[in-house]
């Protein structure tokens, strides 16, 4: 069974940083890409930033470019997301995701809260 597990979210004060992990389990983990999106309530999903495990090939949206930095660790099984120079605008739920033969897996989400 495939399960993704988010963790590292928190409260944060503007300008600060923090990393978000992905733990990965249930598929041969260099073979997929792994992606973060994030949604607030009343909001739309927003796709944020993507890796390819196995070239490390990146993705980035607009809004986080230069901040916002995903890597993967493909010993642990885990995709990271550090966050930099963090923004009230970046409160949010944050999910990841990955896409096996046309099946979405979804992490529960973690919790990302700046404040100004």
């Known amino acids: 069974e495939v399960q993704l597990v988010e963790s590292g979210g928190g409260l944060v004060q503007a300008g600060g940083s923090l990393r978000l992990s992905c733990a990965a389990s249930?598929?041969?983990?260099?073979?997929?890409?792994i992606g973060w999106f994030r949604q607030a309530p009343g909001k739309e999903r927003e796709g944020v930033s993507c890796?390819?495990?196995?070239?490390?090939?990146?993705y980035y949206t607009d809004s986080v470019k230069g901040r916002f930095t995903i890597s993967s660790d493909n010993a642990k099984n885990t995709v990271y997301l550090q966050m930099n120079s963090l923004k009230p605008e970046d409160t949010d739920v944050y999910y990841c995701?990955?896409?096996?033969?046309?099946?979405?897996?979804w992490g529960q989400g973690t919790q990302v809260t700046v404040s100004s």
């Open positions: 995701v990955t896409n096996i033969a046309t099946q979405d897996y």
């Open positions: 249930g598929l041969t983990f260099d073979d997929y890409a």
């Open positions: 890796i390819n495990s196995s070239d490390r090939t990146t």
